[in-house]
């Protein structure tokens, strides 16, 4: 369970965000909802420890982890950011490998048990066939399905994303978000940034919407996310309409002509 | 893998092969049987039918130069190495951070002062390590990404140490010490004595086993700064361990060894080409080319010309040109 109380993030004496609140149990879905440059990966970056938050704590099972070394938290968070490439020529299953960093100390290597949990992820999100292959030199959806493959790899509670479909073609998006639900089922909870609305209507077990230095928490977005807040949030006009697909009941956000 | 296994049989046998023939080269000849017999008799009780000046040459002379190319060598291209990988840029080679700098002006002082040859190389390693030590203690007080403080400070101490080279070659005495300075700031083995080697050979362990020891977190250094923190590696601490690692083997093999360029930048990249740039593989087979390129680098130095030829010529020389041909041929072993 992560919980985030009073927080208080910017960058150097910039503040960007005040007094967010917000929990997440395993099995949520919290999507993050906001315009550009509002404080999506502000927060993110702060939960994650990148950036020092101003006031606030972040809790993992009721301990403040702001003593945590990077071990300890990667061994609680993994994260996917935005964009990400590598210098030098690793292969996929090296880059997947290092997933397992956490589990190491300074001196040891992977042991064959950590390739075969590598190997296992690989296998989940079906990319088994691009193990030898270049990591920096495939697309950038696939790059992101490799990314993913290591979050996996580092088997922790909570997996946070910064925009995890941006890359992905419109099938790659819809594998990717069908994962975040079996990743729920067992027990993970996910925190992401996202720019598609839809996707707290159909995934999200919270949203938090963040504009104008501040984060409100909604409960049940599918139910409870209506077309004003939405329309304040992103200053257009939108109109949420609703599906009945049998058994199958979403909605989808358009915008207004 | 197979292929990775015979890359490192055929770089082994090579090493070997260099190693047994550098006893050969010089001004001296020694054939092939009395050099092995010379060799083992170390070991083995073996009835003595060579000189003692063979025996003073192959122990007293040539051993120890080429146990320094090899240490030197190996320990320029490992430190290379790293540091492309923390910085993530295939550029950078050892003396990014001063070291280079700061124990030329050691040396330099040095014979300013007409200190003798050990008082030169404790000067040249101390001021080596001092030039890294005030890079990385100015750098922690930028409050900027910490990898570009490190860059950025290293070139201004690096130049300032220049300067003071240069101030010390202008006063220094044109007939006998410029000379010298100048010499050694070409780099060369020449003159190398057991006592040498000797002295350098701990730091420069100490330098390397930690190295080796994290080689595979190494590939995690590599990565993105906020990506490796997150895959919970603690880059502030482990670049600690990394420079100051570095940092020993550069400056004892510079005290011996003068300045020599190049070979942490060529040799890193040309190992990447041949296994790839996993660290667990290429720590070693980095090391292996370094000491085996060296130490041919230098049995040409001696080999070739009546008069020495400086190292840092050498590997300049046969370096850049050979630095363009693997951009040709193999294209690069990095991306961006």
């Known amino acids: ?257 | 893998m197979k292929n990775i296994v015979n890359i490192r049989r055929f770089l082994w046998g090579l090493l070997i092969f260099v190693f047994l023939l550098s006893f050969a080269i010089g001004r001296y000849p020694i054939d092939m049987e009395t050099l092995i017999k010379v060799l083992l008799s170390k070991v083995f009780t073996i009835d003595k039918t060579w000189s003692d000046t063979v025996e003073t040459i192959v122990f007293r002379v040539r051993l120890p130069r080429i146990l320094a190319a090899m240490l030197v060598g190996g320990s320029l291209s490992l430190s290379g190495a790293v540091y492309q990988g923390m910085f993530k840029n295939p550029l950078v080679s050892p003396d990014i951070l001063g070291v280079s700098a700061g124990a030329a002006f050691g040396a330099a002082l040095a014979i300013f002062l007409s200190f003798n040859t050990v008082g030169i190389q404790i000067s040249a390693f101390l001021f080596g390590i001092l030039g890294v030590a005030l890079v990385y203690l100015i750098s922690i007080k930028v409050k900027e990404d910490p990898l570009i403080s490190l860059v950025i400070i290293g070139i201004l101490v690096g130049s300032i140490f220049t300067s003071l080279t240069s101030i010390i070659k202008y006063i220094a005495d044109t007939e006998d010490k410029l000379p010298t300075i100048t010499f050694w700031l070409m780099g060369s083995l020449s003159g190398i004595l057991p006592k040498d080697v000797k002295r350098v050979f701990v730091p420069i362990l100490v330098g390397i086993v930690p190295l080796y020891l994290l080689r595979w977190k190494l590939n995690v250094l590599s990565l993105d700064e906020d990506e490796a923190k997150t895959l919970g590696l603690d880059t502030g601490r482990t670049r600690i361990i990394v420079i100051i690692c570095s940092t020993l083997m550069t400056a004892a093999s510079v005290s011996i060894s003068g300045v020599i360029g190049w070979i942490g930048l060529v040799i890193p990249h040309l190992g990447r080409i041949l296994v790839g740039p996993d660290y667990r593989i290429l720590v070693p087979i980095t090391i292996l080319l370094g000491s085996t390129y060296l130490l041919i680098i230098d049995n040409i130095a001696r080999a070739f010309t009546t008069v020495e030829i400086p190292l840092g010529i050498l590997t300049s020389l046969i370096g850049a040109p050979f630095f363009i041909f693997l951009l040709l041929n193999k294209g690069r072993s990095w991306n961006r």
């Open chain 1, 1 to 257: 369970m992560i919980k985030v109380k009073g927080l208080t993030c910017g960058y150097g004496d910039k503040t960007i965000l005040k007094d967010v609140s917000f929990t997440g149990n395993s099995g949520d879905i919290i999507c993050i909802l906001g315009p550009n440059g509002s404080g999506k990966s502000t927060l993110i970056k702060t939960i994650l420890g990148l950036l020092k938050p101003f006031e606030g704590q972040v809790l993992i099972d009721n301990e403040d982890i702001k003593n945590w070394n990077w071990r300890k938290r990667a061994n609680k968070i993994s994260y996917i950011p935005q964009s990400f490439s590598s210098t030098f020529q690793y292969k996929v299953k090296d880059i997947v490998l290092m997933g397992r960093n956490s589990y190491l100390r300074l001196i040891s290597s992977p042991s064959k048990k950590d390739e075969q949990i590598a190997e296992e992820a690989m296998e989940k999100l079906k990319i088994l066939h691009l193990k030898d292959k270049i990591y920096s030199q495939l697309s950038g959806g696939e790059r992101q399905l490799v990314k993913i493959a290591q979050a996996l790899a580092q088997q922790s509670e909570i997996i946070i994303m910064d925009e995890p479909t941006n890359n992905l073609d419109f099938s790659n998006q819809i594998v990717m978000l069908g994962y975040l639900k079996e990743w729920i089922r067992e027990g993970v909870t996910v925190i992401m940034a996202t720019h598609c609305p839809e996707h707290a209507f159909l995934y999200g077990t919270k949203a938090l919407l963040v504009k104008d230095e501040k984060v409100v928490e909604i409960d049940n977005p599918k139910e409870n996310l209506k077309e004003k807040k939405l329309r304040e949030l992103y200053n257009v006009d939108l109109k949420i309409i609703e599906i009945d697909l049998k058994d199958k009941a979403s909605k989808i956000c358009i915008p207004v002509f």
